[in-house]
């Protein structure tokens, strides 16, 4: 499905509010509650961020490791991964799915194998936290080349003349970082500040969605949602934690949670 | 094979993404750590030349730190062992009781000049954490050191020492318990609060500048060693510099005035721990803690867990110059067991006075495999980079007794 990416943000537009964008771990706690989590959800999101496990996460907090973990001691594996991708676009085509992982994991298994794998199985864009610019040059290329949007990032420290380089060399989709910390923690900013912050961004190139994420909760939420998108992952993670902790289903409760995260944004 | 440029220090052979030998290094970190470490990449650039600078670390290096190290031949291994004399440069005599203390003076020295009032650094051993903790205390820092659990409880002398000092230690409860999650949770830490603190790193690893102010600083150990060998023998004589390698700081510190000598005439020698021997048993090339280097991992990429009884070299990767010294061929490198480390500390406190830990424990038991091999007329030098008193537990556990 070509530029379901930017259908995505397109949509959210016409009804005049920010896409709603989940974070998620392939495989926690399984492969096929990690599918089912994200295919109950999916009706509320308007793409979906499906993280790739790895044991050396250094940009991520402790709700991400538990959920990376608890994947990875269930035995996920790449081309698993792939798979759940493609029985995941089986039954929604049009709903953009995007992988998050570090680059171990991608030069691990070979760069030109990887995107070819992620083309096969329909992986709209990819986000690789640990492969800044401009060093992710080569491989946003082959990404283009292969339809794949790479999800280029923007932290608090980006200093404005870097900003504008990694704009112009970014696809449709952009990723702003709101504060300067690794996932999961509370916003150190302002809303004021970070909303400042976007606008920068978005006055360099206003075509490209820009969506806010780190830090996003039902609390604060309501309170961005003049980005072009929005993405919640800890606080995702955390409640599947929370849920299995209870002995309770994950799935009906992180389906309740997107469903309040929705209704906080329409 | 990769091609060493001559005249060039080794720390300055990479290209303008930080890779060596187009191949190990690199910043592979997230965006938010990419300005911060441009600034300290500026700032250290203009501290090195800094005559003012330079001045003032020479001064720590000398008043703080005690000076120059001894260098000593162990005259009863030599004719205990019967072949190649057996010389000691002894780091561990050292105020500070290892060679972090250079690194840790220096990011003290580093993270004062950038204004901010906050150092964060990873310990395996302790011994970076303790000289850190004693740096940051001497100037007026406020420090944090993050640990391992299973590190906190097997270093336990350096743990009180970093804590008398008036450091906070945060114990790291993932993964492993060991270095390697120490590392990845202070990182974690800098990416949260990169805006007020230095990262300091505890080994040469991580992106391109953290590796490179650690083995900038270590350096000095070969500096003194070079004049050391002339006052000597009259001439740098045909030698075999033998080191441990843990991340690999301290042999980049030993080796550093001799990368430019034939590898016939100083040949460098490092051993790493049998279960932590990324450079010695083939492992791929991995990106961990910012950097590709040889490095410990699982089919799938993920980073394998290692095993040694030394905290010190507990650690899946390898500082990316040390890949470079490796596909260069102008290092080799091997390993040594926990047994033959333990056998060597035995044969060596029963000879001569020294006390090694356990890291140097290992380059030992390489010399000790050497020497009777080799001719009188080549010098075996061996770093002893650690004093033995954190290990004195462990000593007693593994062999029923500490030497006096």
Redesign the interface.
């Known amino acids: 499905m070509k530029n379901s990416i930017n259908n995505a943000f397109r949509t959210a537009k016409k009804e005049n509010r920010p896409a709603l964008i989940s974070y998620t771990v392939c495989g926690d706690n399984t492969k096929d509650k990690s599918l089912q989590i994200l295919n109950s959800i999916s009706k509320d999101l308007d793409i979906a961020e499906w993280g790739i496990p ?8 402790k709700d991400i ?1 538990n959920s990376s ?1 608890r994947a ?1 001691q269930n035995g996920i ?2 081309n698993d991964i792939f798979k759940l991708v493609q029985r995941f676009k089986k039954t929604k085509p049009s709903k953009p799915i995007i992988l998050m992982g ?4 991608i ?3 070979g760069d030109k194998k990887f995107i070819r794998k992620c083309k096969e199985s329909g992986v709209d864009g990819l986000i690789v ?7 992710n040059k080569n491989f946003a290329k082959l990404c283009k080349r292969n339809s794949i949007c790479f999800v280029q ?7 404005l003349k ?1 900003m504008k380089e990694i704009i112009k060399s970014s696809h449709e989709m952009i990723y702003m ?1 709101s504060t ?3 996932t999961g ?1 509370a916003l150190k900013y302002s809303i004021k500040r970070i909303i400042k912050n976007f606008n920068i961004i978005k006055k360099i190139k206003p075509s490209k969605n820009v969506v806010i994420g780190f830090g996003i909760t039902e609390k604060t939420i309501s309170n961005l949602r003049s980005a072009d998108g929005l993405v919640v992952g800890s606080a995702i993670c955390r409640e599947i934690t929370r849920s299995l902790k209870d002995r309770q289903n994950p799935v009906t409760n992180v389906s309740k949670l997107v469903r309040k995260l929705k209704n906080k944004i329409i | 094979m990769i091609k060493l440029k001559k005249k060039t220090p080794l720390i300055d052979q990479h290209n303008k993404f930080g890779f060596y030998g187009n191949k190990f290094g690199g910043n592979y970190c997230a965006e938010t750590m990419r300005k911060p470490i441009e600034d300290l990449s500026k700032l250290f650039e203009k501290l090195r030349k800094d005559r003012k600078f330079l001045k003032k670390r020479d001064h720590y290096f000398k008043h703080y730190l005690g000076g120059e190290t001894p260098f000593f031949k162990l005259k009863n291994l030599t004719r205990h062992l019967g072949g190649a004399q057996i010389w000691c440069k002894d780091v561990s005599a050292i105020n500070g009781d290892a060679h972090k203390a250079y690194h840790a003076t220096v990011n003290a020295l580093i993270c004062k000049e950038s204004g901010k009032r906050h150092i964060a650094g990873d310990t395996g051993a302790g011994m970076f954490g303790k000289n850190l903790a004693m740096a940051a205390k001497k100037m007026n820092l406020k420090c944090k050191i993050f640990m391992g659990t299973k590190d906190i409880s097997r270093q336990a002398p350096n743990v009180k020492f970093i804590r008398d000092a008036g450091a906070e230690v945060v114990p790291v409860d993932s993964g492993s318990k060991t270095l390697v999650d120490a590392v990845s949770e202070c990182m974690r830490h800098y990416v949260s609060n990169c805006d007020n603190t230095h990262l300091a790193v505890g080994s040469a690893i991580g992106c391109n500048i953290f590796l490179k102010i650690c083995a900038w600083s270590t350096s000095q150990i070969s500096r003194e060693l070079k004049k050391q060998l002339i006052k000597e023998f009259g001439k740098i004589p045909k030698l075999k510099l033998i080191n441990v390698i843990g991340g690999g700081s301290s042999a980049l510190g030993f080796w550093n005035e001799f990368i430019d000598y034939d590898k016939k005439h100083v040949e460098l020698i490092g051993v790493e721990a049998k279960y932590a021997a990324p450079l010695s048993t083939n492992a791929k090339v991995a990106i961990l803690h910012g950097a590709a280097q040889y490095c410990l991992t699982d089919k799938e990429g993920q980073i394998a867990e290692t095993h040694s009884l030394s905290a010190g070299l507990d650690y899946p990767g390898s500082s990316p110059l040390h890949g470079l010294l490796k596909d260069s061929g102008r290092a080799r490198y091997t390993y040594a067991s926990d047994k033959e480390a333990l056998n060597a500390f035995k044969l060596i406190t029963k000879l001569e006075d020294i006390r090694p830990s356990l890291e140097p424990a290992h380059a030992w038991s390489e010399c000790i495999r050497l020497a009777p091999k080799l001719k009188k007329s080549d010098v075996l030098v061996v770093n002893n980079c650690g004093k033995g008193y954190k290990d004195k537990k462990i000593y007693i556990e593994q062999l029923g007794y500490y030497p006096k």
Do not use: E, K, M
Request: proline share 8%.
């Open positions: 790895h044991n050396c996460p250094t940009a991520d907090g490791q973990y990875l594996r790449l570090y680059y171990q994991t030069f691990n298994y936290v640990d492969l800044s610019f401009p060093d990032l923007i932290a608090p420290t980006t200093t870097r970082i300067i910390s690794t923690s």
